[in-house]
């Protein structure tokens, strides 16, 4: 068994989604010490605080899987310059009700991809603000704004050739960091 198992939160539903296949790719770079579990996101309700004295079904499986992780990696894509709604969601379901958050003390990275030439920095740079309130420590170096484009990823769905040695270095970096923050 792993000894670190980290939940992989996709901020995106697309079925083809480059974040989900960034995702997929990049934990074939980590050692095998790590495991990574992608959790589901789609299937929760809408945040409601009249909800937060009996939380659906759904949110009780999301706050248990990222309790059970000891870090937390974001993929996320960038909608009209910031995180999905989906994902903000997400992020408001496993923080509630107040004082009782599933995200607090999880050693995070945070990446994203899009076609743009900035990638998800924008995206990157709210969630960061959001998981910095949640007390999640987040790796801050190296940053990764990755533009979706020919190479990225080879025939198989793994990283290419071009990106890989960068790719190689965040996660080196970013296992470093749940190493050092880990319970």
């Not at 994902?87 to 995200?103: E, F, H, M």
């Not at 198989?156 to 050092?180: E, P, R, T």
């Amino acid at each position: 068994m792993s000894q670190y198992q980290i939940a992989v939160v996709v901020g995106s539903l697309r079925r083809d989604s480059f974040n989900r296949k960034l995702a997929n790719a990049i934990v074939k770079l980590a050692p095998p010490e790590f495991s990574f579990k992608q959790v589901q996101i789609g299937d929760l309700p809408l945040y409601n605080q009249d909800d937060d004295a009996n939380q659906a079904g759904s949110v009780k499986r999301l706050k248990a899987e990222i309790a059970a992780a000891q870090g937390l990696l974001f993929v996320t894509a960038e909608y009209n310059r910031s995180i999905p709604g989906v994902l903000k969601n997400a992020i408001d379901q496993a923080s509630r009700p107040y004082g009782q958050s599933a995200w607090a003390d999880k050693p995070a990275g945070v990446l994203g991809v899009s076609v743009g030439a900035i990638g998800t920095a924008m995206a990157q740079q709210h969630l960061r603000n959001v998981l910095a309130y949640l007390d999640v420590p987040t790796l801050g170096q190296p940053e990764a704004f990755i533009q979706a484009k020919e190479g990225l990823f080879d025939q198989a769905g793994n990283i290419g050739a071009d990106s890989k040695k960068f790719l190689q270095d965040w996660m080196n970096h970013y296992v470093a960091w749940v190493k050092k923050h880990a319970g």
